[in-house]
């Protein structure tokens, strides 16, 4: 597969690109710091104040942060996970490109059980015309599968969790557990040799691990800036891993650790 490795302010795809990533910087650089001014963003995103009021705007209105005169205070502790929201515009084109080639790993007529998180939405999108039995493990995956001509779509009970719209709890356990798939494609918050698969959501977690025991085959998905990461639940050792499907931009050593320990690392 081939490797590719954006933004600053401008029109159509890039300027989205653009802004998104700028999102991204002020969220992590406010979470950081606990509060920033508005000054002092502009001047780490080289963008006028102006923009950065509008960004903050956006922020607080997804309930990343609180505003206040002349700037921000972050209202995420360091170990929690950004709202599903922002997280859907980080890294879109990577994700794009992880989901593509996982849809190319599966044969048709597989049974696929399909996790939560914005990089496994993408995968819901790449298999909408794809001859498969998939039980989608959110609702936004499910509800981008509905209606897919050849997909046969199978729904666990379960209780979303607000805004993730992940499907937790005994019921969607008790689903995976009557059920054996071909392939889970597995979605994460942190991801290292040394401490495996991680997940901010303890219910979450409890769900990845009922469908990596469901499945013959794994495969985890991983946007680069989760190997920088290790979240507080662990799933899975990375021998309980297949293969991993990242971006180009994924950091070399922390790839080769995961090769070592055995797992088939494909970058896109």
Do not use: W
């Amino acid at each position: 597969m081939a490797s590719t490795a954006g933004g600053t302010e401008g029109t159509g795809g890039a300027a989205h690109a653009g802004a998104a990533e700028r999102l991204r910087r002020i969220a992590e650089a406010v979470r950081e710091a606990g509060r920033m001014s508005v000054a002092d963003l502009a001047e780490l995103t080289d963008t006028s104040e102006m923009t950065i009021r509008r960004d903050l705007e956006a922020l607080a209105e997804q309930g990343v942060i609180e505003r206040y005169r002349g700037g921000a205070r972050s209202l995420l502790l360091r170990g929690e996970e950004p709202p599903f929201a922002l997280r859907a515009q980080d890294g879109s084109d990577a994700k794009r490109r992880i989901a593509a080639a996982v849809a190319q790993m599966l044969t048709d007529g597989e049974s696929v059980v399909l996790d939560s998180g914005t990089t496994c939405l993408e995968v819901a999108r790449a298999l909408e015309h794809r001859r498969l039995t998939v039980m989608p493990l959110s609702l936004h995956a499910a509800n981008a599968l509905t209606g897919a001509a050849h997909v046969k779509l199978l729904l666990p009970g379960g209780e979303p969790r607000p805004g993730e719209l992940a499907l937790t709890g005994p019921l969607t356990e008790a689903s995976l557990a009557s059920l054996r798939f071909d392939t889970a494609v597995i979605g994460c918050c942190g991801l290292t040799a040394a401490d495996g698969l991680t997940a901010y959501d303890l219910a979450d977690a409890a769900v990845k691990r009922a469908a990596i025991s469901a499945a013959r085959r794994v495969i985890a998905v991983a946007d680069a800036a989760k190997f920088s990461r290790t979240a507080l639940a662990f799933v899975a050792a990375p021998t309980a891993l297949d293969a991993v499907v990242t971006d180009g931009a994924a950091p070399a050593e922390k790839t080769e650790a995961l090769a070592a320990a055995g797992v088939t690392v494909h970058t896109v």
